[in-house]
């Protein structure tokens, strides 16, 4: 393919509202768009990725980023720069995004149920103050969430420990989409916003946390304005149409394989079991594969194997000559950019770099009187003199060493 045929725009400068330096190679060598649309040369690149999420992690692994396989068949990368967190162990390697995980819970120490009662609780209106009121830690509180089922507008009423936080993410997967429940939904099953409890609710949908039917005598709302429900027991008080997961792991909580204890970080995925998500792909090996002059993509990833520089000549048909290397790398199925621009030798060099397709063949006047080429693979500073007529083996050989 020929330079314009490729619709390449580079840039000289760098974006103005790049997050990183790869992220403005790839603007400025063309992949991206700045709103972050993928050119023709961005869908030419990704192209060439399997669509196995197995087959990207390998490249992932080969390219030097650090993939992170997460729940559902997802790979991520690693980065500084990426918007999904996630919690990982760092012993066995269990992974998923933040409010995905889990974790191995601690349940309170086992006691037998109390008689429930109600209690005065003037202007404790949350976990802390209750627990500060009461002298109770947080975790011995039932925490109540309110939502409602976007399906079929049911009030859903959930249950968690009071030193917890709900996992909208967790929730909606196991009923579908909810949308915080209004002031009118909740009096009209019965519960006081502040003072809620699951206790004699009516007509709800009621959702309690794996860990609420081990945690005996909670002290619960008692829907009514200043008052609290002490000693409320799960079964005994209370029912549920659904004992879930529904709560978020913390960096440092038990990790659910092993009990070691989860550290946090920040990730971009790469691919999940639809296939590639391209701009986050271009975004992570950016961000690896580089140097000062532009980018330094894998094979697997680059749009091109080989970047032809076909320089200026008056006295020669250099033309020619590179349409016929051309044509012959092709011909060994190789993915080959022809620059044949009328600019400078310094012009196409820098935007062969920062475009960074794996080898660079160069086409001058000087070296073709002798039956030469010049031949360099982008992440090596040597530049090689070859024969024209070794040049396809040497270019396959040179990628089959090259990185990724």
């Known amino acids: 393919m020929k330079y314009k045929e490729a619709a390449i725009a580079t840039r000289r400068e760098a974006p ?22 993928l050119t023709q040369l961005g869908q030419l690149s990704i ?31 690693r980065t500084s720069f990426g918007d999904t967190e996630f919690l990982e162990c760092p012993v066995c390697g269990y992974a998923d995004e933040t409010e995905l995980a889990r974790a ?31 002298g109770i830690e947080e975790a011995q509180a039932g925490k109540s ?25 967790k929730l909606a997967g196991a009923l579908g989409p909810v949308r915080p429940a209004s002031s009118d939904e909740m009096s009209h099953a019965g519960a006081v916003a502040g003072y809620a409890s699951p206790v004699g609710l009516r007509d709800a949908f009621v959702v309690v946390d794996d860990l609420i039917p ?30 879930q997961d529904v709560t978020l792991a913390r960096a440092g909580d038990p990790c659910p394989n092993c009990g070691t204890k989860l550290t946090g970080g920040s990730a971009i995925v790469l691919a999940d079991a639809s296939g590639p998500r391209p701009v986050s792909v271009l975004l992570a090996f950016a961000e690896a594969c580089h140097d000062d002059k532009g980018l330094r993509l894998p094979r697997q990833l680059a749009p091109f194997d080989v970047y032809l520089v076909q320089l200026a000549s008056r006295a020669m048909d250099l033309q020619g000559l590179s349409e016929d290397l051309c ?6 199925e190789l993915r080959v950019l022809l620059d044949d621009r009328d600019d400078r030798a310094g012009v196409k060099f820098n935007d062969a770099d920062l475009i960074g397709c794996p080898v660079r063949l160069t086409v001058g006047e000087k070296n073709a009187r002798s039956g030469m080429v010049e031949l360099k693979r982008r992440d090596q500073d040597q530049i090689h003199t070859v024969k024209l007529t070794e040049a396809r083996e040497r270019v396959l050989a040179l990628l089959g060493n090259a990185h990724g």
């Open 16 to 37: 103005a509202h790049a997050r990183t330096h790869g992220e403005a190679f790839l603007i400025r060598a063309g992949y991206l768009s700045p709103k972050h649309e």
């Open 47 to 77: 192209s060439r990725l399997p669509p196995s999420p197995s087959s990207i992690s390998e490249i992932v692994s080969r390219a030097g980023l650090a993939a992170i396989r997460l729940g559902g068949d997802r790979i991520a990368s």
């Open 104 to 134: 191995r819970k601690i349940p309170l120490l086992h006691a037998e149920p109390l008689p429930l009662r109600k209690v005065s609780t003037p202007n404790c209106n949350t976990i802390g103050a209750l627990a500060n009121l009461l």
């Open 145 to 169: 969430m309110m939502y409602t089922r976007a399906s079929d507008g049911k009030l859903v009423f959930v249950v968690i420990r009071g030193d917890m936080q709900v996992s909208e993410r």
């Open 214 to 243: 081990e945690s005996a005598n909670l002290a619960v709302g008692a829907n009514e304005m200043g008052f609290h429900l002490l000693n409320a027991n799960c079964g005994r008080d209370f029912g549920a149409q659904i004992v």
């Open 327 to 332: 044509r012959d790398l092709e011909a060994a």
